[in-house]
């Protein structure tokens, strides 16, 4: 090779050199390997981590069509980044870009999408109608509701409840069990209602309908809509149409009702309270309630004379679950004017048959208006049953005598003293004033007349009365969390205290110490000794029934002649 050629290969190589030297080794090596993760909701901000070759300090992580994104620099192999909430959703390409240039992409790299709703059972109104075209004051109709279940699980036990407002529910009480609508179904149902007085100027009439259901596993929800209907006469309307002898009539409705029992169990006996309201536009005279359902025959409504041989009928009602006691199922409560309000009590046994769940009782009026003529209203109001667990919670034997401040046993039982095995729960011992040990544990099942023990220790702090509380937690028929609580009491005494001897004295004597030995007492018992006497120290004689100690033979001092 000439010189020539040597020196421009020379110069070559140095250019090259250059070159490199010019352009960021980083904008020539970066690459992009993966986004992890690479699928994310768009509900909330999520960190992803870029990984590759050649980052540097600075380099930004960026989506195509949404821009950059809040970038730490890891190492040069790792980037994190944020996506923060509210990104539309699609499929993303990542890009890396590093601050002295060059940059690389992952096409399809990061999918964001939105998040899936919950899996429930959602209730909705798809329509509703009167069953007449426009409504009027007091007339007697029906309003047809149909409901779709746009969740995605079946809607347990679907009950709609009607409230008493512009139109007052009937027969029903304003209960009505539609059942089990499946996901993607449709249910159909009506209420018969009455429209309500006093509405003049009103061009429409509404009610409140609650939806109630739960979904597979026991969840509860709860769905609240307001039904709208057209009334005449339109707003503002100045004519006052003379009322017909229909919408003149009285109408009883049931406004309130209790028991006097919190909680209602086979074999209950309890009273019942209504409240009940004229809500019609005349008096009801002679009314007549029917317990579990009935009817009375006379004169039909808008009839003057009442027929001979009408009559009240309540031996078909429904007796089923709750049946009457003091009394016949017939009650007369008298006259009751329009708009005025009164209360009746009733007295009722829950049958022992009865299993736990929400029952139906019918309740019938049945009364006369000011012109003889004959009516009857029925409704529906809806009772709760119980079976709660009969359990007692003793000592299955007398306690150990318990000590201030030393441990003792607690020897508890739970016994099953009902007809039906009970589920319970935790079992556990509280105590004021002292502390416990192995005080807690899960009980389980327990068949009628089985028994479950706890034994618990306990560290009294005083002497006296100690009181115990002993809860046990289980859950009702109707998936509420209760407990039983049972209150004990135990005795606690006092550490007796024994005497000691004073220092240097000799051990106490029916409680009183002897005194020390002198010097000159031991000088005697010395000149015994030599004397051939008895020299031993005094002896303290023992209590009737005590054991002495033993304790070391006494020293003989050798004694003198003979």
Same mark, same amino acid.
């Given at each position: 090779?000439?010189?020539?050629?040597?020196?421009? =290969?020379?110069?070559?190589?140095?250019?090259?050199?250059?070159?490199?030297? %010019? +352009?960021?080794?980083?904008?020539?090596?970066?690459?992009?390997?993966?986004?992890?993760? *690479?699928?994310?909701?768009?509900?909330?901000?999520?960190?992803?981590?870029?990984?590759? !070759?050649?980052?540097? =300090?600075?380099?930004?992580?960026?989506?195509?069509?949404?821009?950059?994104?809040?970038?730490?620099?890891?190492?040069? @192999?790792?980037?994190?980044?944020?996506?923060?909430?509210?990104?539309?959703?699609?499929?993303?390409?990542?890009?890396?870009?590093?601050?002295?240039? *060059? =940059?690389?992409?992952?096409?399809?790299?990061?999918?964001?999408?939105?998040?899936? #709703?919950?899996?429930?059972?959602?209730? +909705?109104?798809?329509?509703?109608?009167?069953?007449?075209?426009?409504?009027?004051?007091?007339?007697?109709? =029906?309003?047809?509701?149909?409901?779709?279940?746009?969740?995605?699980?079946?809607? @347990?036990?679907?009950?709609?409840?009607?409230?008493?407002?512009?139109?007052?529910?009937?027969?029903?009480?304003?209960?009505?069990?539609?059942?089990?609508?499946?996901?993607?179904?449709?249910?159909?149902?009506?209420?018969?209602?009455?429209?309500?007085?006093?509405?003049?100027?009103? $061009?429409?009439? $509404?009610?409140?309908?609650?939806?109630?259901?739960?979904?597979?596993?026991?969840?509860?929800?709860?769905?609240?809509?307001?039904?709208?209907?057209?009334?005449? #006469?339109?707003?503002?309307?100045?004519?006052?149409?003379?009322?017909?002898?229909?919408?003149?009539?009285?109408?009883?409705?049931?406004?309130?009702?209790?028991?006097?029992?919190?909680?209602?169990?086979?074999?209950?006996?309890?009273?019942? $309270?209504?409240?009940?309201?004229?809500?019609?536009?005349?008096?009801?005279?002679?009314?007549?309630?029917? %317990?579990?359902?009935?009817?009375? !025959?006379?004169?039909?409504?808008?009839?003057?004379?009442?027929?001979?041989?009408?009559?009240?009928?309540?031996?078909?009602?429904?007796?089923?679950?709750?049946?009457?006691?003091?009394?016949?199922?017939?009650?007369?409560?008298?006259?009751?004017?329009?708009?005025?309000?009164?209360?009746?009590?009733?007295?009722?046994?829950?049958?022992?048959?009865?299993?736990?769940?929400?029952?139906?009782?019918?309740?019938?009026?049945?009364?006369?208006?000011?012109? *003889?003529?004959?009516?009857?209203?029925?409704?529906?109001?809806?009772?709760?049953?119980?079976?709660?667990?009969?359990?007692?919670?003793?000592?299955?034997?007398?306690?150990?005598?318990?000590?201030?401040?030393?441990?003792?046993?607690?020897?508890?039982?739970?016994?099953?003293?009902? @007809?039906?095995?009970?589920?319970?729960?935790?079992?556990?011992?509280?105590?004021?004033?002292?502390?416990?040990?192995?005080?807690?544990?899960?009980?389980?099942?327990?068949?009628?007349?089985?028994?479950?023990?706890?034994?618990?220790? +306990?560290?009294?702090?005083? #002497?006296?009365?100690?009181?115990?509380?002993?809860?046990?937690?289980?859950?009702?028929?109707?998936?509420?969390?209760?407990?039983?609580?049972?209150?004990?009491?135990?005795?606690?005494?006092?550490?007796?205290?024994?005497?000691?001897?004073?220092?240097?004295?000799?051990?106490?004597?029916?409680?009183?110490?002897?005194?020390?030995?002198?010097?000159?007492?031991?000088?005697?018992?010395?000149?015994? *000794?030599?004397?051939?006497?008895?020299?031993?120290?005094?002896?303290?004689?023992?209590?009737?029934?005590?054991?002495?100690?033993?304790?070391?033979? #006494?020293?003989?001092?050798?004694?003198?002649?003979?």
């Amino acid at each position: 090779m000439s010189q020539v050629q040597h020196k421009l =290969s020379r110069l070559i190589a140095l250019a090259l050199v250059l070159l490199a030297a %010019l +352009v960021p080794s980083s904008a020539l090596a970066i690459s992009l390997v993966t986004v992890t993760p *690479g699928q994310i909701t768009n509900d909330a901000a999520t960190t992803i981590q870029v990984e590759g !070759t050649q980052f540097v =300090s600075g380099a930004v992580v960026s989506l195509n069509g949404y821009g950059d994104l809040s970038t730490a620099f890891v190492s040069k @192999r790792a980037l994190t980044a944020v996506v923060p909430a509210g990104v539309p959703a699609g499929i993303y390409t990542v890009t890396v870009t590093n601050p002295g240039g *060059g =940059s690389a992409s992952l096409a399809n790299g990061l999918t964001v999408s939105d998040p899936q #709703p919950a899996e429930r059972p959602l209730l +909705v109104v798809t329509g509703y109608k009167g069953t007449v075209g426009t409504v009027h004051f007091g007339e007697e109709m =029906s309003i047809v509701v149909t409901i779709k279940n746009a969740g995605q699980k079946t809607a @347990r036990n679907v009950q709609a409840t009607f409230g008493i407002g512009d139109l007052i529910p009937r027969t029903t009480g304003g209960l009505v069990a539609v059942g089990d609508v499946a996901a993607g179904n449709k249910a159909t149902f009506d209420q018969p209602m009455t429209v309500a007085y006093g509405l003049w100027g009103k $061009s429409m009439v $509404s009610t409140d309908m609650t939806l109630t259901y739960s979904d597979e596993s026991g969840a509860a929800f709860s769905e609240k809509f307001t039904l709208v209907l057209s009334l005449e #006469p339109p707003p503002y309307y100045t004519e006052t149409p003379t009322p017909s002898a229909l919408e003149q009539r009285p109408q009883l409705v049931i406004s309130s009702y209790k028991t006097g029992q919190e909680l209602l169990q086979p074999g209950s006996q309890f009273t019942l $309270s209504l409240g009940f309201t004229n809500v019609g536009l005349s008096d009801a005279r002679q009314i007549v309630m029917i %317990l579990g359902g009935g009817s009375a !025959t006379g004169g039909s409504a808008g009839e003057g004379t009442p027929s001979p041989s009408g009559g009240i009928s309540g031996g078909s009602g429904e007796f089923t679950n709750f049946a009457p006691i003091g009394s016949s199922n017939v009650q007369s409560l008298g006259d009751l004017p329009a708009g005025s309000t009164s209360n009746v009590n009733a007295s009722l046994v829950v049958n022992v048959s009865t299993n736990p769940g929400a029952y139906p009782l019918k309740i019938s009026f049945a009364y006369l208006d000011e012109n *003889g003529a004959t009516f009857n209203d029925d409704q529906v109001i809806t009772l709760l049953v119980y079976s709660l667990p009969n359990v007692d919670v003793s000592f299955y034997r007398p306690p150990d005598p318990l000590l201030a401040g030393q441990p003792g046993s607690l020897p508890l039982q739970i016994v099953n003293i009902g @007809r039906k095995s009970a589920i319970l729960g935790n079992m556990r011992v509280e105590a004021e004033g002292a502390s416990l040990e192995n005080a807690q544990t899960l009980v389980g099942i327990l068949e009628p007349g089985g028994f479950f023990t706890l034994d618990p220790t +306990v560290f009294p702090e005083a #002497p006296g009365t100690l009181e115990l509380t002993v809860t046990v937690d289980y859950t009702d028929d109707f998936n509420q969390p209760r407990s039983i609580t049972k209150h004990l009491s135990v005795d606690v005494m006092d550490v007796p205290v024994e005497p000691f001897p004073p220092e240097g004295g000799e051990i106490p004597v029916d409680g009183v110490p002897s005194e020390p030995e002198t010097f000159w007492q031991k000088l005697w018992r010395f000149v015994l *000794g030599l004397l051939g006497l008895d020299s031993a120290a005094p002896s303290v004689e023992p209590v009737p029934g005590e054991t002495v100690p033993e304790t070391e033979p #006494p020293v003989i001092i050798p004694g003198g002649k003979g």
